[in-house]
């Protein structure tokens, strides 16, 4: 539900199963947190499928996982293979998780996305918390792959396992955006804000969700707000250049979109912003065939400005 971009972004931080999992499954242990940027470019050197020496059990479970995922990051064909090879030997539930991460790296987002929820009906025994998180990847996974509505389903059956969750809320809200259902968006985003008023992200989806329904009044209040908390949030103010310029302020467009021009000058939002500087220069030239701003479609996912 981006404000910003039509590039979907980068899944957020990947929840990893607890160091020492036995082959059977996931355990009731703490989860560590995994490196958001699972996508990276693949490195040419390969890697060895499997440790040269087996240590304890418990051990080799948790190294060989993060072993896997580590490659995720940089080769994910090889995560692949070392995932494949585990899954047959045992490897259970962190076994596919990282298989499942793996095809996301490789682009297969429909089949990362439908590995993510078989794998989250297979836990049982896990707790809710970890079931949750494999959900949400999998919906974020079926945005990356173009289809909004799975997404939806997959963060209210995460919601349902976590209630009121605020992560949980703004993904299941980018959703509903993707798939334009705005009012949908709105009503997750106010249960998201009520809990953290200044989350800038949230902020900025509920902007664009107010502009996409032509709400543009609290459209320019959501968005302010979130620049009062990140001055410098590309993300932000690119939707304000878009709010002002459905309300006519072409000036204060334009000065919005020079500063994302300046934050973010080799990247999408940067050309985003100079393609409708352009518009607005065309338009001011009576062009016939620019004479209007293009205003980014709100159902786009920005890069997150994860400020809370």
Not at 65 to 92: F, M, Q
Not at 153 to 182: F, H, I, K, M, S
Request: aromatic share 4%; net charge neutral.
């Amino acid at each position: 539900m981006s404000p910003t971009r039509l590039a979907p972004i980068i899944v957020p931080v990947f929840a990893l199963f607890a160091a020492g999992l036995h082959a059977a499954g996931a355990t009731e242990q703490k989860m560590n947190l995994g490196d958001p940027s699972l996508w990276l470019p693949p490195v040419q050197q390969q890697q060895t499928l499997l440790p040269p020496r087996a240590p304890e059990p418990r051990d080799a479970d948790a190294a060989t996982y993060d072993r896997c995922l580590g490659l995720a990051k940089t080769d994910p064909t090889a995560a692949h293979n070392l995932a494949e090879s585990w899954v047959i030997h045992g490897g259970a539930h962190p076994a596919e998780h990282c298989l499942a991460v793996s095809l996301i790296g490789l682009k297969q987002y429909k089949e990362g996305a439908a590995r993510l929820e078989k794998l989250q009906q297979a836990m049982i025994h896990a707790p809710a918390t970890l079931r949750a998180d494999v959900l949400d990847q999998a919906a974020q996974a079926w945005l990356l792959a173009g289809d909004p509505g799975r997404a939806y389903t997959a963060d209210g059956q995460a919601l349902a396992l976590r209630p009121n969750d605020n992560d949980l809320l703004v993904d299941r809200a980018e959703a509903a955006g993707a798939a334009g259902w705005y009012d949908k968006a709105i009503v997750d985003l106010d249960k998201a804000l009520k809990a953290a008023p200044t989350r800038v992200d949230a902020l900025i989806f509920r902007a664009s969700a107010h502009r996409a329904l032509g709400r543009l009044d609290p459209a320019f209040i959501d968005i302010n707000k979130a620049l009062d908390k990140s001055p410098d949030s590309v993300p932000a103010l690119l939707e304000r250049g878009y709010i002002n310029a459905m309300r006519g302020d072409a000036t204060a467009a334009r000065r919005d979109w020079q500063r994302v021009a300046a934050l973010d000058p080799n990247g999408g939002d940067g050309d985003a912003a100079k393609n409708n500087i352009a518009r607005l220069e065309a338009a001011a030239k009576n062009d016939p065939d620019a004479a209007a701003v293009r205003t980014a479609p709100a159902a786009d996912k920005p890069k997150p400005d994860k400020a809370k």
